[in-house]
């Protein structure tokens, strides 16, 4: 018996495979661009990653300055001291000065009770007022408003 041989039949190649195939073909031909683009990539990659990077560390030191600060007004509270909340002031104030808008405004609130204290009741005011400016928290609202009222009875 004679054996058939079979005629395979040759595809063309489909969409995909020459759009592979062209893609290669462009690459090979604009290697100096393409190297380029991938170098810009990866810069913009990296900057974006060193600017996150930037982000935590410095939300880590506000927060680090916050609890500084807290320490150093309840100390005060239980010492009376007033180097420590001159301390617990100038603390509140940096992490005022570079934090967002949530630390900012707890910021001022206490920036406010110390103010308070120390017997400047204007700075007092607007202290607070900022704070409930800047605040979404219901709970800050409700402090920095019975504040303000105690403050305009004197």
């Not at 930037?54 to 600060?69: C, H, P, S, T, W």
């Not at 150093?72 to 808008?101: P, W």
Request: net charge positive.
């Amino acid at each position: 018996m004679a054996k058939k041989k079979e005629i395979k039949e040759i595809k063309k190649p489909d969409l995909l495979m020459r759009a592979i195939a062209g893609s290669f073909e462009w690459v090979k031909n604009n290697l100096r661009a393409c190297i380029a683009g991938a170098a810009i990539v990866v810069l913009i990659v990296a900057g974006i990653v060193a600017y996150i990077i930037y982000e935590n560390k410095k939300d880590e030191r506000i927060q680090g300055l916050f609890v500084q600060a807290m320490q150093a007004y309840r100390e005060y509270t239980i010492t009376g001291k007033e180097d420590t909340l001159n301390k617990a002031e100038g603390l509140f104030n940096s992490v005022a000065a570079e934090s967002g808008k949530k630390m900012k405004a707890l910021s001022k609130l206490y920036l406010g009770r110390i103010y308070h204290l120390k017997g400047k009741n204007d700075e007092a005011i607007k202290a607070y007022k900022e704070a409930q400016t800047l605040s979404d928290d219901d709970a800050v609202k409700m402090l920095t408003q019975k504040a303000l009222e105690v403050l305009e009875k004197k």
